[in-house]
């Protein structure tokens, strides 16, 4: 049966370039995602764009000495560039300074304040004496006070993830004049999350039981906790505005139209928002956002945006509309590191993911960040593991199973039937590679392509088939073997390598585009259409310099 596949990838803030902690924590496993369900005859939509509102560019603009507009228009093309170099196949990739973002934002927060879900209150907020101005959250660093950090935000420490209330940061200042701030008092809408405990309960039951066990099981600790109302608006003035006028009496405060909706609200309605811009004309976004039979919703972030995923986003959706589909799988990875120490854009710590494509070839990024995806722990990006993996795993066990087979098969053009026991370990390796994609195991899934290009290897080494006459029964059955395997490979890299894929089909002279329940008959079927053109290394070896 089709499904409806809507897959919404986590929005890159536009302070400066991507890392390929980004490209391997989040945007290639939802890449991998979107391409099997292609192939599996699913319609699939995958959405994400820049988030252009949070603190991160204005303190960028702020560097530069340019409006936040000016690093947008800088950044955000670059971008789409990147995700073009690097395959990364969107429906749509938009921007959430669109009129389209703003209205469907604006829409959300008057739906939630008509359905009784937005109080306001005064709190506490850091205030920079110096400066005359309350500060955004990242404006501000100090110690976490949970794990003793020094580098915490203002709303979060990066290093043990935890999320922190306004006062609670020691010894904060101003990251712009490294001088103290003090919290001042001033009135912002909240979200009443407390209403929806019962809700959230629910839901995480019910749709919990089938994430990845520690998001889960952390998701639980959340709400076991116990939520609180939480802070959706900021005194800045680059966001989207309150749409004062919409909102009844008793939720009009002082000062509320030179507030801006808070990005942790606004950024993640991109989701929904982008659908609409991708479907505008049609209606055809509402197939993917009403109507539960067949339709499935994927998320793909890291781990810092958790709570963001499993809580917050499903209470705004269902407290807008509860017709409204709500996540079905928060595919969250935890974080990739560079040599030990995290990525961060604005600290310095990064191996660009345009340099590092440019230089080594996007493909072999993709197969390096998914060998090494953070899916049950943090994993590090190291240089020599990378020339380690890429050389002696990449190019020793799959491109070398591939050239040799390919190579050795021009030979004969005999293709007889290939027998039971090769038919079996191509089936059962597609197999486990299905299922480790359907619950998005990318790590898995690629370990289940190198498995079968190991045995296929062992197979030729056992067989020895440069032993045999070419022209005889026993070569031909040796090699209509190993292309079975070669087929299988061939389809099993579509959602990970298309590249190589593609020029795997070139050589084969079979192209294979879907992926049907039966694979391995699709394989036995296609063997005979096999014209092998001219065959060259999938792969160059590489050098150890960066």
């Known amino acids: 049966m089709s499904k409806r596949i809507f897959i919404g990838v986590a929005w890159p803030y536009v302070n400066g370039q991507l890392h390929v902690g980004h490209m391997g924590g ?23 764009g820049s988030d252009c509102h949070g603190t991160p560019i204005t303190l960028e603009a702020d560097r530069r000495g340019i409006s936040p507009a000016a690093v947008v228009d800088l950044y955000h093309p670059r971008h789409r560039q990147l995700f073009k170099l690097y395959g990364i196949s969107f429906d749509l ?8 973002h703003r209205r469907v934002v604006q829409k959300i927060f008057i739906q939630l304040a008509e359905n009784g879900y937005i109080t306001t209150q005064k709190t506490n907020q850091y205030y920079s004496p110096q400066q005359k101005r309350f500060l955004p959250d990242r404006y501000v660093e100090g110690t976490c006070p949970h794990c003793g950090y020094k580098q915490a935000r203002g709303d979060q420490c990066d290093q043990c993830g935890r999320i922190l209330a306004e006062g609670e940061l020691k010894n904060p200042h101003s990251k712009i004049d490294n001088r103290p701030v003090v919290l001042r008092p001033s ?14 309960q629910k839901y995480v039951a019910n749709r919990g039981p089938h994430w990845r066990r520690w998001v889960y099981q952390e998701t639980k600790g959340w709400l076991k906790k116990g939520l609180e109302p939480r802070s959706i608006s900021r005194d800045i003035d680059w966001g989207i505005p309150i749409p004062v006028k919409k909102l009844p009496p008793k939720l009009q405060i002082k000062g509320a139209g030179h507030k801006r909706l808070y990005v942790w609200f606004e950024a993640v309605i991109g989701y929904l928002s982008a659908s609409i811009e991708w479907g505008h004309k049609t209606k055809k976004w509402q197939n993917f956002w009403y109507g539960g039979k067949g339709l499935e919703h994927y998320y793909f972030m890291g781990k810092d945006n958790l709570v963001f995923h499993t809580l917050f986003w499903p209470a705004q959706l269902h407290g807008s509309d509860p017709k409204l589909h709500l996540p079905d799988y928060p595919v969250i990875n935890h974080f990739l590191n560079l040599e030990g120490r995290q990525f961060s854009k604005s600290r310095g710590v990064i191996v660009g993911a345009k340099e590092a494509a440019e230089k080594y070839g996007a493909e072999a990024l993709r197969f390096y960040l998914t060998f090494i995806a953070p899916e049950t722990g943090d994993s590090s990006f190291g240089w020599a593991n990378f020339f380690d993996v890429y050389n ?16 050795l098969a021009q030979q004969s053009r005999q293709r007889p039937e290939p027998s039971a ?10 197999k486990k590679a299905r299922r480790h994609l359907e619950i998005c ?10 498995d079968l290009a190991a045995s296929g290897n062992r197979y030729l080494n056992q067989k020895e088939p440069w032993k045999e006459d070419p022209s005889s029964e026993k ?18 890299l579509l959602p990970l390598l298309p590249k190589t894929a593609a020029k795997m089909a070139k050589m084969t002279g079979l192209t294979i585009d879907y992926w049907p329940d039966r694979a391995g008959d699709l394989l036995k079927e296609s063997l005979p259409k096999i014209r092998l053109g001219k065959i060259q290394p999938l792969f160059k070896k590489l050098e150890i310099k960066h």
Request: overall charge positive; aromatic content about 10%.
């Open 26 to 48: 989040y945007l290639i496993p939802a890449d991998i995602c979107a391409r099997f369900h292609r192939l599996r005859g699913h319609q699939v939509l995958m959405v994400s």
């Open 93 to 100: 990739y938009t921007k959430t300074t669109t009129a389209n």
């Open 187 to 200: 009135e912002h809408y909240y979200l009443d999350l407390p209403k929806f405990k019962s809700f959230l």
């Open 392 to 407: 002696n795993i990449l190019i020793g066990t799959l491109g070398n199973f591939i050239n040799r087979s390919l190579h």
């Open 421 to 430: 026991k090769i038919l079996r370990l191509a089936g059962a390796h597609i």
């Open 441 to 450: 195991r990318p790590r898995l899934y690629l370990q289940d392509i190198l």
């Open 475 to 492: 070569f031909a059955q040796i090699m209509s073997d190993a292309l079975l395997l070669v087929l299988a490979i061939q389809l099993l």
